[in-house]
């Protein structure tokens, strides 16, 4: 009888010791994860998103403006929609920059549109038309490249087209259309901001293809502090990009990602 009496004992202390430890055990694990989650949402990693072809009221242009995070709407200035989407977008608190067409070394001239800054242009007349694209993008806080690899790899004419950014105290947001940039260079000596794409989100009608150049953008952002990336409405974006965006960014918030503007991200990477 002692004997199955101290069985039974032993059987239900084993018994307490193991639920006791299987408690312990979860919650020491959930806390742990709860401060991982904090300490991640503590570190802030910076993505400023930029959305390319604003100012022909594309597909997705409304809904993009209306996407409750800071952006920046790079406009196309010479065209049919051009100041209204700027005002939009300066209502909806966004940034805006000019989308200057420019010349490329692929693709066909129509493609850059009848008014841009071409290679055979005179400094004068491509200061001209920068200017003029200014002075219809409502609140430009700078300019960056639409297509452009011909005029990105063209030291005078770059040199013309940064002359009229460093003027006005901008900044220049190079998108990378070319490996041969000489925006680093001339930005460097005129003392203007300068900005990289690191990613580009679309070009495609893949929702997964855009959420996961995005999550290549914070990680990106996760190793150098921040990143910069490109997208698009219309036909190269507009609602699989919107709905990529709207699906990930509550999440990438949680994991210590902060959405800015172009100005914005000027100021946090140069203190």
Same mark, same amino acid.
């Given at each position: 009888?002692?004997?199955?009496?101290?069985?039974?004992?032993?059987?239900?202390?084993?018994?307490?010791?193991?639920?006791?430890?299987?408690?312990?055990?979860?919650?020491?694990?959930?806390?742990?994860?709860?401060?991982?989650?904090?300490?991640?949402?503590?570190?802030?990693y910076?993505?400023?998103?930029?959305?390319?072809?604003?100012?022909?009221?594309?597909?997705?242009?409304?809904?993009?403006?209306?996407?409750?995070?800071?952006?920046?709407?790079?406009?196309?200035?010479?065209?049919?929609?051009?100041?209204?989407?700027?005002e939009?977008?300066?209502?909806?608190?966004k940034?805006?920059?000019?989308?200057?067409?420019?010349?490329?070394?692929?693709? +066909?001239?129509?493609?850059?549109?009848?008014?841009? &800054? =071409?290679?055979?242009?005179? %400094?004068?007349?491509? /200061?001209?038309?920068? #200017?003029?694209?200014?002075?219809?993008?409502?609140?430009?806080?700078?300019?960056?490249?639409?297509?452009?690899?011909?005029?990105?790899?063209?030291?005078?004419?770059?040199?013309?087209?940064l002359?009229?950014?460093?003027?006005?105290?901008l900044?220049f947001?190079?998108?990378?259309?070319?490996?041969?940039?000489?925006?680093?260079?001339?930005?460097?000596e +005129?003392?203007?901001?300068?900005?990289?794409?690191? &990613? =580009?989100?679309?070009?495609? %009608?893949?929702?997964? /293809?855009?959420?996961? #150049?995005?999550?290549?953008?914070?990680?990106?952002?996760?190793?150098?502090?921040?990143?910069?990336?490109?997208?698009?409405?219309?036909?190269?974006?507009g609602?699989?990009?919107?709905?990529g965006?709207?699906?990930?960014?509550?999440?990438?918030?949680?994991?210590?990602?902060?959405?800015?503007?172009?100005?914005?991200?000027?100021?946090?990477?140069?203190?």
């Amino acid at each position: 009888m002692f004997f199955v009496f101290s069985l039974k004992s032993f059987l239900k202390k084993s018994v307490i010791y193991i639920v006791s430890g299987i408690l312990i055990y979860t919650a020491f694990n959930f806390l742990a994860k709860k401060d991982t989650e904090t300490a991640m949402a503590d570190k802030k990693y910076y993505i400023a998103i930029i959305i390319d072809d604003f100012g022909y009221s594309g597909e997705g242009t409304d809904e993009m403006i209306n996407l409750p995070i800071k952006f920046t709407g790079a406009v196309m200035p010479f065209s049919s929609s051009s100041s209204d989407d700027s005002e939009k977008l300066v209502k909806a608190g966004k940034d805006t920059i000019v989308h200057m067409p420019m010349e490329s070394l692929t693709g +066909k001239k129509s493609w850059v549109g009848d008014k841009g &800054v =071409f290679t055979n242009m005179s %400094d004068e007349d491509i /200061k001209s038309t920068v #200017n003029e694209a200014f002075g219809i993008v409502n609140g430009a806080v700078g300019l960056n490249n639409h297509m452009g690899s011909a005029i990105m790899e063209d030291k005078r004419a770059l040199s013309a087209v940064l002359d009229v950014v460093s003027e006005k105290g901008l900044l220049f947001v190079d998108s990378m259309t070319t490996p041969n940039s000489k925006a680093e260079e001339l930005c460097n000596e +005129k003392n203007i901001k300068l900005i990289k794409r690191d &990613v =580009f989100l679309d070009s495609t %009608d893949d929702i997964n /293809k855009v959420k996961e #150049n995005l999550l290549k953008a914070e990680k990106v952002a996760q190793n150098k502090g921040y990143a910069v990336a490109i997208g698009h409405v219309g036909p190269d974006g507009g609602m699989v990009t919107v709905n990529g965006i709207k699906e990930l960014y509550s999440d990438m918030e949680k994991r210590g990602v902060e959405f800015v503007t172009v100005s914005e991200l000027g100021e946090i990477i140069g203190k």
